[in-house]
């Protein structure tokens, strides 16, 4: 309700205090409502002013001014008992000028304290009731409230509630900010906050440890003081950090440089900070010490693939024997014809995840895109089903290529995206149910394609790790692979910037959708 100017008429000297004590920086919210119980209590001439804060059927003085008989702040009252039920009930200014003589003679209010005169509205905090505010007298009045004075009170109650839900959100914001800081101080690597031109805002006890900066030497600095090369910073910002880029958020890796000239290799995973109205505040960063961890990686790497080089011709000579004595199985007992059959089948096992390490370790070494030529993806889904098909057939597994539009040509090396499209197929043969269809499909820019089964789906606890070497789902009913599977198709669609979305819950299936740019499909030779 808009107060109309000419209703406070008479309350001039009233407003212009309260003016003067809504704009008073120093005082605390205490003693404005004191001031504010205060002024009302002198301009309707009523001995005392409570503000209460209702909670069901518990009436509590919050704040009290008046004479010795007042009651105490924090007093408690059953709601009933109090001339307040009714301004209450009525969500309105009520008021009355002598109880003795009015219809609420018989009221506990003026029973037990014998308040005569009492004018009362309700305060919200926002949308949330919080109790009233209210004047009263043991001395009844003359005449009737006026209308002009019963404005006054509802205007105060509104003022007052404005001010209980400006004292609210700066109690959250103040939580907030010690729950954020507690939370960043907390972490164990380093918290970096920058505002929208990349100038360092806020930093957590670890940045220290890991660059070797105090809190004031980093603080309105650009983060570029961070990046080992002022290159490497300038390609971030125009990838990420720049108001044309739709930035949410990211996992990427940095040289990092320390205050003393040291360089690091950096982890970070970073967010964009906005408010839930939108505005760009900045952006937080999370940055930890890798390198010890990426040397062992690629020490464990090297080791890795020149045990499986070493191993690739003893195990294929081995599997070669093997497959000689099973040609002449017959000669063999029938004890000694299930052991090789295990040693074969084993010796195959061996030869495959010898062959995926090594491919794996091509995949990550080879940068180079001359073998790259715009291609469509359909026909290369249709190869890989082809090429498969023996496979879902032994699983008893149908398969299915939804119709699509004629697919754009895309920046792609055409073998590694068929091995990427049968890794997918694969997987999704062996966690199908007998009888079960596996679907592929185009996405519907023709710059992708999607794998689909009706399987088990893919644990909670597997989805993290999935692309890691040697992860592989406990639900597939086929106990087979070297569980690198994953990791090669993540490696190919990384060679092509690809990204990689999965869909599953457990019981209902998994769909995977790969994606791949085609920026620069238009600067490659259509015929290779």
Not at 246 to 263: E, L, P, T
Request: aromatic fraction near 8%.
């Amino acid at each position: 309700m808009t107060a109309d100017p000419t209703a406070f008429r008479g309350f001039d000297e009233a407003l212009r205090r309260l003016y003067l004590l809504a704009v008073e920086p120093d005082l605390s919210f205490e003693d404005k409502v004191a001031r504010l119980l205060e002024l009302g209590s002198a301009a309707l001439g009523l001995e005392l002013g409570i503000v209460s804060a209702i909670d069901e059927q518990v009436y509590t003085c919050s704040f009290v001014h008046g004479p010795d008989w007042a009651p105490e702040p924090g007093t408690r009252f059953d709601v009933d008992g109090t001339y307040c039920l009714h301004t209450l009930q009525a969500n309105d200014v009520t008021a009355f000028y002598h109880a003795g003589q009015e219809h609420i003679s018989d009221h506990p209010c003026y029973l037990n304290f014998g308040l005569e005169s009492y004018i009362g509205a309700p305060v919200f905090r926002g949308p949330i009731r919080h109790g009233t505010l209210n004047f009263s007298s043991p001395d009844p009045r003359q005449q009737p409230f006026s209308a002009q004075e019963r404005e006054f009170v509802g205007f105060l109650a509104r003022w007052l509630g404005n001010e209980l839900h400006l004292r609210e959100e700066r109690r959250q914001l103040r939580a907030q900010r010690s729950l954020f800081a507690a939370v960043i101080d907390a972490v164990p690597e380093a918290v970096i906050v920058a505002d929208p031109d990349r100038r360092v805002s806020v930093v957590n006890p670890a940045v220290r440890e890991l660059f070797g900066y105090s809190p004031d030497q980093l603080v309105g600095r650009q983060t570029a003081v961070l990046y080992e090369a002022l290159d490497d910073y300038e390609a971030m910002g125009k990838k990420n950090f720049n108001p044309g880029s739709h930035y949410q958020r990211d996992r990427f890796a940095m040289s990092c440089r320390r205050a003393d000239g040291s360089v690091f290799e950096g982890a970070v995973s970073s967010a964009d900070v906005r408010t839930e109205a939108g505005e760009h505040l900045g952006y937080l960063g999370v940055i930890r010490d890798v390198t010890e961890e990426r040397r062992f990686e690629r020490a464990k790497d090297a080791l890795i693939a020149t045990v499986s080089h070493e191993l690739k011709n003893p195990i294929a000579a081995l599997h070669g024997a093997l497959r000689l004595l099973a040609a002449r199985e017959t000669d063999l007992p029938e004890e000694s014809r299930k052991l090789l059959e295990i040693a074969e089948r084993n010796a195959a096992a061996i030869e495959r995840m010898t062959g995926d390490i090594l491919d794996l370790e091509k995949l990550r070494e080879d940068g180079d895109r001359a073998d790259f030529h715009a291609t469509p993806l359909l026909p290369l889904l249709d190869d890989a089903l082809v090429s498969i098909q023996p496979y879902a057939t032994e699983r008893h597994v149908r398969m299915e290529l939804k119709p699509a539009a004629p697919s754009p040509a895309l920046p792609l090396h055409a073998e590694r995206i068929r091995r990427l499209a049968s890794n997918l197929i694969s997987n999704a043969i062996k966690a199908s149910p007998e009888n079960g269809l596996v679907t592929v499909g185009l996405t519907t820019d023709g710059h992708g394609f999607w794998v689909q089964d009706r399987g088990p789906g893919i644990p909670v606890a597997l989805q993290p790790k999935l692309f890691e070497r040697f992860s592989r789902a406990p639900s597939y009913r086929v106990d087979e692979g070297s569980g690198l599977g994953l990791s090669i198709v993540k490696a190919i669609s990384d060679q092509h910037l690809g990204t990689i979305d999965i869909e599953t819950a457990e019981g209902e299936g998994t769909t995977f959708t790969v994606r791949f740019p085609a920026s620069e499909s238009a600067s490659l030779d259509a015929t290779g």
